[in-house]
């Protein structure tokens, strides 16, 4: 398959995407999950036949990893993915040898899931992979989907616009850059559970009760889950005591970009942006106003100017250019630490309400979405909505659980019920 931006068999990684093969490791890779689960039985065949077809749609998706002289860089795949039975914990390492893809296609009795390296794509992108394929699937099984908004049908010729690098085409300059200096955030600490194991608690609620508990406080769904958090993680940090320096609490919020700038592409374009608690004892309703104005005021355009403009200024500075890939990946993974997960105390990424084909309501009972292991830490949170049910999901690589038992116990108590479950039986 030819690459419709290019017409070669590879391409350049997105801006984005250069940070995740260099801070790969022989024992981690950025891996996340999209999953559905369905209200009957997986049939694995059409499945494959399902993937099959939309792999075709998907040019961006059909590619594997491979090392330049100066950057890594996306090189088609001849052969078809395969579809596959589940077996492992979710969101595990990514076999990054220059000829696999950089996703997989698994399921397991109800749910089918779909799991990516981040640097072919960002949650946008992997939903509406998802959806393509579950639309597709559908029509297999002899379900006409008649409704195709938010889905890419497999038929259509792929644009240049979807595989585009949106990061570059929005450089401005004129705008600045994003300040280097932030402080080191407060991090849970604790015995790990074994290489390869990752704890995933879900609660699964009522979509209008989450929004009537965040109105309560005057604040969106978004503002209310990370204050939520921050609360949490600030009375954890208080529970410690005073042995070690308190450091401030901050969840690191996604931003999808394609909400300030136009862009129809498929690969990586989100930036982020870290919420920044005082460690002091603080009641909620303080928490929650703190959060509320620095999401109010800096989510827009402009702090996504900046935070464009920072991305691509490193990329396109010249010593970095010329240097090779090996001193590259060195470089980039420090950044990896001192500028990316070294200031964040936990993520959040909150999807929000999907849309999907009507006939989805019929067939899929809910979605999921799961971030699998971060390099350094312990905790990431996510939560997507679907036909009125919410699904907040909790991965870790530790073994307590405070604080997710935490966060769901004030949820509780702020009259959001819910069904938890896990996969380690907690």
Known sequence: MGNPMFDKEWFRLDNAAKIYPAAKSSGWNAVFRMSAVMKEKVDGEKLQLALNDVIERFPSFDVTLRKGVFWYYHEYVTRKPLVKDERNYPCSMFK????????????????????????????????????????????????????????????????????????????????????????????????????????????????????????????????????????????????????????????????????????????????????????????????????????????????????????????????????????????????YYSFGEKLSSCLLSNVGNVDAPEEFKEHVDRLEFVLGPQKYINNAMTCISFNGRTVVTFSRTLKDATLEREFFRILKSHGVDMTIISNRGE
């Open 96 to 335: 990054i040898d220059g000829e696999s893809h950089l996703f997989r296609v698994l399921y397991y009795k109800n749910r089918i899931s779909l799991e990516v390296f981040h640097s072919i794509t960002d949650g946008t992108g992997a939903l509406l992979f998802l959806k393509s394929l579950i639309a597709r699937y559908l029509e297999l099984r002899g379900i006409n989907v008649e409704d195709t908004e938010g889905i890419m049908h497999y038929k259509d010729i792929p644009t240049e616009g979807e595989v585009e690098d949106a990061f570059g085409r929005n450089l401005d300059p004129s705008f600045g850059t994003l300040p280097r200096n932030e402080p080191s955030a407060y991090q849970i600490k604790g015995p790990r559970e074994a290489k390869g194991t990752l704890n995933v608690i879900q609660a699964e609620m009522d979509s209008l009760e989450l929004r009537t508990a965040a109105k309560k406080y005057g604040a969106t769904v978004n503002t209310y889950l990370a204050s939520v958090l921050e609360y949490v993680l600030v009375k954890r940090q208080l529970f410690e005591g005073s042995q070690v320096k308190r450091k401030p609490i901050k969840v690191q919020v996604p931003i999808n970009l394609r909400k300030f700038f136009p862009s129809i592409t498929v690969r990586n374009f989100a930036g982020y942006i870290n919420t920044c608690i005082t460690p002091d004892d603080k009641s909620f309703d303080e928490v929650i106003k703190e959060t509320q104005k620095q999401l109010g005021e800096n989510i827009n355009e402009e702090y996504c100017r900046k935070f464009i403009n920072s991305n691509v200024s490193v990329e396109k500075n010249i010593f970095v250019r010329l240097a090779p890939r090996a001193l590259k990946t060195l470089i980039m993974r420090r950044s």
